[in-house]
């Protein structure tokens, strides 16, 4: 596929001070994308097109709404920027994890969104990585896919308590979670650190850009068009249809969903505006000595602690470490976006002999203020919705679901998230940049919390 370089997205204040190399320029230095089979063969859209309903967005948001909609026989059309999978889908870290982040449990998305929706949305999302690996299975995906369990330990003992009560709020939502003992989450991680852990064995870990790819070659076998380099610039209101511009065509749509998530380029700026993106990098190592597996995650679960600054890593099919997170300092954050995190990782796990970066890419997921999903009325039958903040896979392909359904003549009260009017935070570019600033605070913060 001929693909420009960037498609009409204008990169954030976080992004020019870093001097660091804009997201999209290191799609194809990923891991994944070294070793993910193709995508589906697509083409832009030329000429005047028409179809019932555009989704806009080819992440698992978008191929799982298209989808779904697809298997039930509806019409729909994907209009992707790029290719599928080019956002954050294609470059995460490749966790299926049905939850949420830490300090959101249960009880507090109740407290958001009111017990019915907030449960609705825990039973959504709980039930998310057991869709992600069904979805695998039945469309055959081949993304190295493996369903051994997400676990978040303990970085201090001193949120005990805290993990109790998450392991019982989940419990009586009939998740078949549990808690590890400091002696099982050692053994299970690999590391001396932790102090117990969280276990959610429907998680898993695969090759985040094989999935997306998988979704939207099984979206196409089931109907729905895909059309890649086709950036949606231009949306309006024409009678009783959407128009919908690109650079080279037109999509008239009766009915919109955008799932743009970080990269919308302004499309709809109220929508875009209700979250901030966040940049984060990702590295891959050298292939390890397989034997390191007896010691280092040894059931192969994927984990992401409990820091505030938190430490994930999980192997790949060929032994290999992926890790990653923010950074705080912008200066030079390409160069150190390859260090900072392997050093992280050995020093959790001083068994490891000196690592060597093999990958290293980044990649930009967008946040709610709140860090919930939303679904956002734009105007008469168009919306835009957002599910990713930061644990995105496992809640976008579940809520790819729920809003096929409801768009199919579902009622709003079956939505696990309100339908709500966009709610723009002040100055997204600033809180994005807030949010690496802050950083230096958490990790204090993180360090207290070892001492004594
Ligand atoms: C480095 C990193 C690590 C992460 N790790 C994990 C993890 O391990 N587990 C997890 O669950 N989540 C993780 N996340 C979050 C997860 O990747 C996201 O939540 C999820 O991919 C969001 O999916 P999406 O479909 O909403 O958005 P995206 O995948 O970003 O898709 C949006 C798509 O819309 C397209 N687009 C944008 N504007 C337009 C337009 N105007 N016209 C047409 N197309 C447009 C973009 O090109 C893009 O392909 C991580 C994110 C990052 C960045």
Known sequence: MNRPAHTGYSPTLWERLAAAPHPSDSFQSSFWHATALDGPATQRLEGEARTALAVVGGGYLGFSTALHLAEAGHEVTLLEADEP??????RNTGFAVPNLLTGLDPRDVKAEFGEEKGTLLCRTLGEGAELVFELIRRHEIDCQARQAGWMQPLHTPKKAAWLDDRVE????????????????????????QYHGAFLDPTGGHLNPLAYVRGLAHAAIRHGARVFSDSRAKRLERVGDVWRIETDHGVLIADRVLLTTNATGGG???AAEGTQFP?????V???????ELRKSVLPNDRCSADTRKDLIAYRWTWDNRLVTGGL????VGSAGRGRTHHIHRLQAL?????PLKVAYAWQGRLAAARDYMPRLMELGPNAWSAIACNGRGMAMTTALGRQFALWLT???????PVPLTKPDPVLLPGLASLAFSLWLPLNRWKDAQDLKG
């Open 85 to 90: 999978g080019f956002g954050a889908s294609g």
């Open 409 to 415: 003549g579902g009622s709003n009260e079956g939505l």
């Open 267 to 269: 499309l709809a700026p």
């Open 278 to 282: 966040i940049t984060l990098f990702q």
């Open 284 to 290: 891959a190592t050298e292939p390890l000595d397989p």
């Open 169 to 192: 709020q989940w419990k009586a939502l009939g998740r078949p979670v549990r808690r590890l003992s400091r002696d099982e989450a050692v053994y299970e991680t690999g590391s001396e």
């Open 327 to 330: 950074l705080a300092n912008p």
């Open 349 to 353: 796990l001083p068994q490891l002999p």
